[in-house]
């Protein structure tokens, strides 16, 4: 399966070329487009009244690009109210000490492709505008009259556990990186409120043993950004041995899949069965794996052999094996969802894989970091139901293990990964941190 993301382009007459909008600027508007692109900025040499903006901005539906507000001297940007989508993704709309802004008046249909940052507009209420548009995209806000809910979760080595007490919302990442614990002698129980992750989260090189601290912790979103490679990374960790976060049920993907890398953390790290399905659930792709699970009470049905397995078994934990002379037993797998192990069909007369008609996910972790050796339920019914019969029997072990292992496995974390990184990256980047020269020189990649 492959992942493609959508460019859009405006055509070059459609650009707006100049960065700062001024009227010695605006006679480079472009007129007559209903879809514009360019690098805006309103500062304090933006004297252009509202009521004028208005006429340029009347037909334009659609915005590509960049736009900041920078010490402008605007109480208000209804200018923008009749814009219907701003595309600004990996970048963001900005708004940054404007002391006259007070509200934030986007028409009640625009939508956004890109995170605000809302900081030090002494006038404003930016929760009017984020309860409008509550979890279409993430915000950071500080400084302003009134800020929109909840904490950052950037920059922690500047935060103390205060700035986390009482906090549910975490409106951008949440990066747990070791240096910032050390530093402040951080109280981990400050975190125990949080339910609501908007962006990435991340765990780098500390010396947590489990992330139980998290207790209430219910939903990530994910990353909005090409250039975040994972949106759970938890990664280097020498003495994580458990995930521990209980009460996680929702993982929400902003891209096309919802990535996950837990790498090089203690050789015991392991997840519960319960963990693991909230991942399998939400359909997560991981870019490494190294886990297995856990030695703990479990209502699976244990494998031993197929002779003395229960029947109607919806989940199984063991390595799961079918020999000669077990095909009288293979109706006791009609009722698996869930096989916790390996699964290996060999030397039998079976002609198709029918009974696991029910089988939905196969999941193979060990301490030698496995992937997940699994396929999803209309999958196995799509394709293993119509399995050419005589084929199949070492097919389940040797094709499943090896092939979702190095396909979904590398091919997932190397392209989406390092190709939306390194394209979708650079390329941005190479457009929009640039002048109005370089913009006209990068025609046709707007």
């Known amino acids: 399966?492959?992942?493609?993301?959508?460019?859009?382009?405006?055509?070059?007459?459609?650009?707006?070329?100049?960065?700062?909008?001024?009227?010695?600027?605006?006679?480079?508007?472009?007129?007559?487009?209903?879809?514009?692109?360019?690098?805006?900025?309103?500062?304090?040499?933006?004297?252009?009244?509202?009521?004028?903006?208005?006429?340029?901005?009347?037909?334009?539906?659609?915005?590509?690009?960049?736009?900041?507000?920078?010490?402008?001297?605007?109480?208000?940007?209804?200018?923008?109210?009749?814009?219907?989508?701003?595309?600004?993704?990996p970048y963001t709309f900005g708004f940054y000490n404007n002391p006259n802004l007070e509200q934030l008046n986007f028409g009640p249909s625009t939508n956004f492709t890109c995170p605000f940052s809302i900081f030090d507009n002494?006038?404003?209420?930016?929760?009017?505008?984020?309860?409008?548009?509550?979890?279409?995209?993430?915000?950071?806000?500080?400084?302003?009259?009134?800020?929109?809910?909840?904490?950052?979760?950037?920059?922690?080595?500047?935060?103390?556990?205060?700035?986390?007490?009482?906090?549910?919302?975490?409106?951008?990442?949440?990066?747990?990186?070791?240096?910032?614990?050390?530093?402040?002698?951080?109280?981990?129980?400050?975190?125990?409120?949080?339910?609501?992750?908007?962006?990435?989260?991340?765990?780098?090189?500390?010396?947590?043993?489990?992330?139980?601290?998290?207790?209430?912790?219910?939903?990530?979103?994910?990353?909005?950004?090409?250039?975040?490679?994972?949106?759970?990374?938890?990664?280097?960790n020498q003495n994580l041995t458990r995930l521990g976060i209980s009460l996680i049920r929702n993982l929400i993907p902003r891209k096309p899949v919802f990535l996950a890398n837990f790498e090089a953390n203690h050789a015991d790290f392991c997840f519960t069965i319960d963990e693991f399905k909230v991942f399998l659930e939400n359909k997560v792709v991981f870019g490494n794996l190294n886990a297995k699970l856990c030695e703990n009470k479990t209502t699976a049905c244990i494998f031993k052999n197929l002779k003395d397995l229960k029947s109607n078994c919806s989940e199984i934990q063991g390595n799961i094996s079918i020999n000669s002379g077990d095909e009288v037993y293979i109706g006791k797998l009609k009722s698996v969802r869930f096989i916790w192990g390996s699964l290996t069909v060999q030397d039998t007369n079976i002609t198709d894989l029918a009974f696991l008609e029910s089988l939905e996910y196969a999941v193979n972790l060990n301490s030698t970091g496995s992937w997940v050796h699994g396929f999803m339920g209309s999958w196995v019914h799509g394709f293993i139901g119509s399995w050419i019969p005589g084929f199949m029997n070492s097919w389940v072990h040797g094709f499943m293990s090896s092939w979702v292992h190095e396909f979904m496995g590398s091919w997932v974390h190397g392209f989406m990964g390092s190709w939306v990184h390194g394209f979708m990256g650079s390329w941005v980047h190479g457009l929009y941190n640039t002048d109005s020269s370089d913009l006209e020189q990068n025609a046709g990649k707007c």
């Not at 404003?124 to 800020?147: M, P, Q, R, T, Y």
């Not at 409120?193 to 992330?211: H, M, P, W």
Request: glycine content about 6%; aromatic content about 14%; proline content about 2%.
């Open 1 to 89: 399966m492959f992942f493609k993301k959508k460019i859009k382009f405006s055509e070059p007459n459609c650009w707006f070329l100049e960065e700062i909008v001024s009227y010695e600027t605006i006679s480079k508007w472009p007129r007559n487009c209903t879809e514009i692109c360019g690098k805006m900025i309103f500062n304090q040499y933006s004297d252009i009244p509202v009521f004028e903006l208005q006429s340029y901005f009347a037909n334009v539906s659609v915005f590509r690009g960049s736009i900041s507000f920078e010490k402008s001297k605007y109480a208000s940007i209804e200018f923008l109210s009749g814009l219907k989508s701003i595309e600004c993704e």
């Open 122 to 236: 002494k006038r404003l209420d930016a929760s009017a505008f984020c309860g409008i548009n509550e979890g279409l995209f993430e915000v950071i806000s500080d400084g302003n009259l009134k800020n929109c809910p909840g904490c950052i979760g950037t920059e922690m080595y500047k935060k103390t556990a205060e700035d986390f007490r009482n906090c549910t919302l975490v409106t951008t990442s949440l990066d747990l990186l070791s240096y910032q614990f050390i530093a402040n002698g951080f109280d981990l129980t400050a975190f125990g409120d949080i339910e609501n992750i908007s962006a990435e989260f991340s765990v780098v090189r500390t010396d947590f043993e489990s992330l139980s601290f998290l207790k209430n912790l219910k939903t990530i979103k994910g990353s909005a950004y090409d250039t975040v490679s994972y949106d759970i990374d938890i990664r280097d």
